[in-house]
């Protein structure tokens, strides 16, 4: 229940209302502390009698990589809430999707969707963009991209190089970047995402996707998510002509070349547009046209190597991270809200572990409930009834 639900009070009315059991809010973030430990556990032991491999190879392996912020605050303190240095920390999330999707020699798609032409959109999809990167609450134009099937004679009909999602696994937590990278290859291997023919690794423009790829999962196809690209894309093209019919035409023209994989002629010509504005000095402010055309330049630049958009489409790659963001929205509606506290680390990382579990298509969830000790079918050891007295 407290899985599903918005917090600990609504847990218990519904307990109460579904199932005629009193049970109170102390009890159940006391069972929900209790378990979401024992899940970090089962996870670092490969869920070792919970979990089987993966039966199958998938024909597409994906997995992505994003974090994500939990309000937390400090134990001990007495009543009322004491923060935990400014209250909010990090997260980690990542999923593991298996999919199908068919491979071509040529582009199946080589103009891009109409909501890339859509100026609503795109001023929505830019309008909450931080200066060095995208907020993480974007409104739902990556699940269009990601997802929209195509309308033949009435019916919807799902694109065959698109990646359509089989199975979907996701893991969460506070821990650092490297012990979360173990959990990944974990998860992976459990998986056999290794074998599969076709994988890909999708990610933003931040540092930390990369590393995690660089050094776990090298041979997966590296790239970057196309609404980020946009997004800079876009704003660079505000900057070299303000908020004109000349901008809008601009950006256009360089979204479309880099939906085609053709970011090289999109540095190129910002580049010239750089040398007309000016090169910002060190000391420049963020705001500063010429600084905010620097970083443009220089997102594009590193990320140019995964920007190859055309060749992901004919090998049947996804070219957003759509899923990503859709799971880190579903953990958000449990774990983030205006009055939402979790104790840290415990409690923070307890519902981080119980959420993803929860939302893991295998129904890890209930499966490893059903396996616990002090469960009906499940004997409890001697230390478990001596800790119980």
């Given amino acids: 229940m407290n899985a599903e639900t918005r917090s600990l009070k609504r847990s218990s009315a519904l307990i109460e209302r579904t199932l005629g059991l009193k049970i109170s809010t102390n009890t159940i973030e006391r069972i929900c502390l209790n378990v979401g430990n024992d899940l970090e556990v089962a996870s670092q032991e490969n869920w070792s009698g919970v979990l089987d491999g993966e039966s199958v190879v998938p024909q597409v392996a994906i997995i992505s990589h994003d974090g994500g912020r939990i309000r ?7 009543p009322g809430v004491h923060l935990s240095g400014k209250g909010w920390n990090e997260t980690k999330n990542a999923i593991f999707v298996s999919a199908t999707s068919e491979t071509s020699s040529l582009d199946p798609e080589p103009q891009p969707p109409k909501c890339f032409f859509d100026p609503t959109h795109v001023a929505k999809l830019t309008e ?20 929209a099937p195509t309308a033949v004679k009435g019916k919807k009909v ?3 190089h698109k990646p359509k999602r089989i199975h979907r696994t996701l893991i969460a937590s506070m821990k650092n970047l490297k012990q979360f990278a173990e959990q990944m290859a974990r998860e992976a291997k459990r998986r056999r995402f290794g074998e599969a023919s076709r994988k890909a690794f999708v990610g933003d423009g931040l540092t930390c996707n990369w590393t995690i790829h660089e050094q776990n999962f090298r041979d997966y196809t590296p790239i970057l998510d196309f609404v980020h690209a946009v997004s800079y ?53 963020d705001e500063d046209p010429r600084e905010q055309l620097r970083l443009a330049i220089q997102y594009l630049r590193n990320n140019r190597s995964r920007m190859h958009y055309a060749e992901y489409r004919c090998q049947g ?3 957003t991270s759509a899923w990503m963001e859709s799971a880190v929205k579903e953990m958000n509606f449990r774990i983030k809200g205006t009055e939402m506290f979790w104790n840290n680390p ?22 490893f409930l059903s396996r616990r ?13 001596n800790q119980a007295a």
């Fill in 72 to 78: 937390t605050r400090k134990t001990g303190c007495g």
């Fill in 128 to 147: 909450t963009a931080k200066t060095k990167e995208i907020a993480s609450e974007r409104d739902n134009l990556p699940d269009l991209i990601q997802s």
């Fill in 233 to 285: 894309v876009y704003r660079a093209s505000v900057v070299c002509f303000g908020k004109t019919d000349e901008a809008w035409t601009t950006y256009t023209q360089w979204m479309t070349l880099t939906w085609q994989g053709k970011i090289a002629e999109v540095i190129d010509q910002l580049q010239t547009h750089q040398k007309r504005i000016g090169i910002p000095s060190k000391d420049v402010a």
């Fill in 346 to 367: 415990d409690g923070a990382e307890a519902i981080l572990q119980i959420r993803a579990a929860s939302l893991s298509d295998d129904d890890r969830l209930s499966r």
């Fill in 158 to 160: 799902h694109p065959k």
């Fill in 317 to 319: 790659l996804p070219t």
């Fill in 373 to 385: 000790p002090g469960m009906g079918t499940v004997r409890r050891t001697a230390s478990i009834e």
